[in-house]
């Protein structure tokens, strides 16, 4: 008899739905897996075998057949660990074989039986809503796939002998709690800042109606401490939002906490050194790179000509349709990337060009050179470019206070409402 049960393969942020097969019958004693499994999967049956000798369990000297189908994808992950020994359990008869049917399992296996943490619970809690099955995942992973639905039933154990207890009706496992959401409290607040209030408005502006904007001037006349400022002018996401950007951390391992659910709109500056497969996405299992990490949110490219050239025109196609699409040989991988890119740049490479104080030692030609880095298609798909002047003196020993960000992050939200409704 072959049992089976479903798990799922991620092809960017969307889950293929994958099922277990396994065989147990006479001839050369060992386990064979077939269904393009890479080194992970292989290296499973290792896990598994010492976890079934943990809980007390033991394969039967015969020929153990594990197939994923479909054969023809890829599958990649250790998240294959505990679909395939519950599968071999129910061949084994440890667990009951019909059981199976209704779930899609998700997990790793640790050499004593315990279920390690995974990447990618969230999508894969969705995916079995959608296909109408329960899902079976590690317990430090089941708050995070709680966020799914309320509606979804959810197995969370932390070692196999509690789930296969469970499966048998011998102990009830409850269902996780959601995780909780943590505010964050060190956001800087344009309260902070003195003087630049045509700046601070263009950065409302762009807030309000989502443009991209360059900002352009001098060292130290405070460009990214503004652009630090812009995430407490930002609405928070809504629920929609947050399940597109949380599945994205859970894929990534980017996430500072393993069960958070994501409800601010996330702010990345990468280094003017990431590679264009960071900034875009890839790998050997094609993960998100920056843009996507910053769906739905701020991109923040500091000192914008010091970027390869080659990596800020990467970021054309993402501006342009609002996703990374990262080519492999026999496949597409499409990750979201609706980003908001706010960049900051010196006017030429010493920065001088702009002082009237101090002059540039090579004159106009310093400038023209430093930004002729940034090509012209990403320069088209700048809204707003802004020069930003050095804070003269009196503001900066002006007593009078800055607007805070509470009060512009409410008009803000008024602009976005508005903008909805025409």
Not at 14 to 21: A, F, H
Not at 274 to 279: E, G, P, Q, R
Not at 320 to 344: D, H, M, V, W
Request: aromatic share 4%; charged share 20%.
């Amino acid at each position: 008899m072959i049992s089976r049960i479903s798990t799922i393969a991620f092809q960017g942020i969307k889950g293929i739905p994958v099922e277990v097969q396994v065989m147990v019958s006479p001839g050369r004693v060992g386990i064979q897996i077939v269904g393009l499994p890479d080194k992970a999967v292989i290296e499973s049956r290792e896990r598994i075998q010492s976890a079934l000798y943990s809980c007390g369990l033991a394969l039967p000297a015969k020929r153990v057949t594990i197939n994923l189908a479909p054969a023809d994808l890829p599958k990649e992950g250790s998240h294959y660990d505990l679909p395939i020994i519950l599968a071999l359990m129910a061949s084994i008869q440890a667990i009951n074989r019909e059981s199976l049917c209704r779930y899609l399992a998700v997990g790793e296996i640790n050499l004593d039986g315990s279920l390690a943490a995974i990447n990618g619970a969230l999508p894969a809690a969705i995916c079995a809503k959608n296909l109408n099955k329960d899902l079976i995942c590690p317990k430090v992973c089941g708050s995070e796939a709680a966020w799914a639905s309320d509606s979804l039933n959810i197995i969370a154990p932390s070692n196999i002998l509690e789930l296969t207890n469970h499966l048998n009706n011998k102990q009830q496992l409850s269902r996780p709690f959601k995780s909780e959401y943590k505010n964050r409290t060190n956001l800087a607040n344009f309260s902070d800042i003195k003087g630049q209030k045509t700046i601070k408005r263009a950065l409302e502006i762009a807030a309000a109606g989502g443009h991209n904007l360059l900002m352009i001037g001098p060292p130290g006349a405070g460009k990214s401490m503004l652009a630090s400022c812009l995430p407490s002018i930002l609405p928070p996401l809504s629920l929609k939002e947050s399940l597109e950007v949380s599945m994205i951390y859970s894929l990534s391992r980017k996430s500072s906490d393993e069960s958070s659910f994501i409800q601010d709109r996330p702010f990345r500056t990468p280094h003017h050194s990431v590679t264009t497969a960071a900034l875009i996405g890839g790998g050997t299992q094609v993960l998100p790179g920056e843009a996507s990490l910053a769906h739905n949110g701020i991109l923040f490219l500091d000192e914008l000509p010091e970027f390869s050239p080659h990596t800020l025109n990467s970021l054309r196609q993402p501006l342009e349709t609002g996703e990374c699409i990262i080519s492999r040989a026999n496949r597409k991988i499409s990750y979201p990337a609706r980003i908001q890119l706010i960049a900051a740049m010196n006017p030429c490479r010493c920065g001088m060009s702009s002082r009237d104080e101090n002059v540039c030692i090579r004159g106009p030609r310093c400038a023209i050179e430093y930004q002729s880095r940034i090509s012209g298609p990403l320069m088209d798909r700048i809204d707003i470019r802004i020069a930003v002047p050095a804070v003269p003196a009196a503001d900066l020993f002006s007593s009078t206070k800055s607007e805070p960000s509470e009060i512009i992050a409410s008009r803000v939200l008024l602009a976005r409402k508005n903008k909805k409704i025409g």
